[in-house]
């Protein structure tokens, strides 16, 4: 595994950390003696969302071996388990709270399970814009969709924008000069922390069977900009029938996957969830869902969305 370059905090400043071919775990905010959370892998913008929750709990990156994704032999059950013994290393006893976007909420989904089933308490999962893609209809792998977003980005006509064609050119620019800047140093081009799609992970996810999971889950999704896959799966991404042990849904405005957290506004929303999340774990004993479903804070929230199965017993989150 090559070096790689994550955004992390010091206090209140963020700052690139570089971590070494061996590094199994990266602190993104490593201050506070509080529960920590584990999120599998990052990316800059969460570090935002990290930014907001404050200096008492130290937030930890778990990193795969980089070969793994990419393997046509890769197996989320085997990446989980490597993730088990990083952070039963690092916190030897419960309660814990991990989290993971995307396919590697996948990832964070197999960790909690096979951490309770080694019996420990798992308090929390956070699923961060993660559908049950095993419940897509005709579903073909989220590089289809990658492709179709490059498309259209690729014939967006900037020059009729105006100053966005200007402003371009220049992010190409200083990206470009920041690499070669860090190649001069490392001796080689950086891999720094970002919103990866590994196709043989993403493969892997789509595949994945999830077996229900009997703790409590906080599901962290968009309403806006869905493909038709997963409009299927509203309100709840397809995990209302597996989670059995308690489903939140955190509703955020990002239209694109890939925005997610891009805004101020998300990253509070999802900052404060989470922060309550914590709150209520350490609170003990453990809280369920407050007075309302999962559905019906939905419902309040966006009340011009229609059920996509107005049949399906929505209160059944709790």
């Not at 809280?287 to 969305?305: F, M, N």
Request: proline share 6%.
């Amino acid at each position: 595994m090559g070096t790689k370059f994550y955004t992390t905090l010091r206090g209140e400043k963020k700052v690139l950390t570089v971590v070494g071919k061996n590094a199994r775990l990266v602190a993104l905010q490593p201050a506070g003696k509080r529960t920590p959370f584990f999120m599998v892998e990052s990316y800059a913008s969460f570090v935002e969302v990290v930014k907001l929750m404050g200096t008492d709990r130290p937030v930890l990156s778990l990193i795969a071996q980089e070969e793994a994704p990419l393997s046509q032999v890769y197996s989320i059950s085997l990446e989980a388990a490597e993730h088990v013994k990083t952070i039963l290393d690092r916190q030897p006893q419960g309660p814990y709270m991990l989290g993971g976007c995307s396919a590697k909420g996948i990832v964070a989904y197999e960790i909690a399970q096979q951490l309770q089933t080694l019996g420990h308490d798992v308090a929390l999962l956070v699923l961060f814009d993660t559908p049950n893609w095993r419940l897509m209809p005709g579903y073909k792998g989220i590089q289809t969709y990658v492709a179709a977003c490059r498309s259209a980005f690729e014939q967006i006509r900037w020059g009729n924008i105006p100053g966005l064609d200007r402003a371009r050119k220049s992010i190409f620019r200083q990206s470009a000069r920041l690499e070669r800047v860090l190649r001069g140093m490392t001796g080689a081009a950086p891999k720094i922390d970002q919103l990866e799609i590994a196709p043989a992970r993403v493969a892997a996810a789509s595949e994945y069977l999830p077996a229900p999971y009997y703790g409590r889950v906080l599901l962290v999704m968009r309403h806006r900009g869905l493909s038709w896959q997963m409009r299927f799966l509203e309100p709840d991404f397809g995990w209302g029938e597996t989670v059995r042990g308690g489903l939140e849904i955190c509703i955020v405005e990002a239209a694109s996957h890939f925005e997610i957290f891009k805004s101020e506004g998300d990253r509070v929303l999802v900052a404060q969830a989470l922060r309550r999340c914590f709150d209520q774990v350490e609170a003990g004993p453990r809280s369920q869902l407050s007075e309302h479903s999962a559905s019906e804070r939905r419902d309040e929230a966006l009340p011009h969305i229609t059920r996509r199965n107005p049949q399906r017993p929505l209160t059944s989150y709790q």
